[in-house]
């Protein structure tokens, strides 16, 4: 008895030690087309970008948005200060990707660590929106344009999804794409500037 008292108490610790570890493992994806923030920082078209060069996988925050999640201001950087380039609007000076207004686009993630996943949605600001402000919540549509349902599946580590961005538009905008988690309390941000 006393020896499977102190089998069973050892066991614990073994078995707390990957749930921590899963609290602060370094990430796990990013939108590679049409190209976000992070994935031109990371491939070197923007520079003075800070730690995110290294790790665009890693813009993990709390999940909930809108309700929840980072804080105005800091979505593009999913609420993480080491990441507050990405809120940086350079004066409107992110490289654009062209957007047919009103027309399909593909949005495709590059995934290294392949969540349960409730959902991937976008998001994109409002027209009134200005290339040299910070995104906020009251700049985005409030209904994203395009939500894709995985109900807990673990997606593939390449995944694309298709849909009609909003009609009637021109200039710049941002997208902002949540990836949202089924089994942590996190989602991962991702912020795409485009021109229609
Ligand atoms: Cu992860």
Not at 48 to 66: A, D, L, T
Not at 121 to 134: C, E, G, H, N
Not at 154 to 172: A, D
Request: aromatic share 10%.
């Amino acid at each position: 008895m006393r020896t499977r008292t102190i089998l069973t108490a050892m066991a614990v610790p073994a078995v707390s030690v990957p749930l921590i570890l899963a609290g602060t493992a370094s990430g796990h994806g990013w939108v590679t087309s049409p190209p976000s923030r992070a994935a031109y920082c990371a491939n070197g078209t923007v520079t003075n970008c800070g730690e995110i060069q290294w790790e665009p996988q890693s813009v993990e925050g709390p999940k909930g948005f809108p309700t929840r999640g980072p804080a105005d201001g800091t979505l593009c950087a999913g609420g993480n200060s080491r990441f507050a380039e990405l809120d940086d609007p350079r004066g409107g000076a992110w490289p654009t990707s062209q957007l047919a207004s009103g027309a399909s686009k593909t949005f495709t993630w590059k995934l290294t660590a392949r969540h349960a996943t409730t959902s991937f949605r976008y998001f994109i600001t409002k027209a009134s929106w200005s290339p040299s402000q910070k995104i906020t919540r009251a700049q985005l549509e409030s209904t994203p344009f395009l939500t894709v349902p995985y109900n807990g599946v673990q997606p593939g580590s390449v995944v694309s999804h298709t849909g009609t961005v909003p009609g009637g538009r021109s200039g710049r905008a941002v997208v902002l794409a949540v990836w949202d988690i089924a089994d942590t309390g996190n989602a991962f941000y991702q912020c795409t500037d485009v021109t229609f």
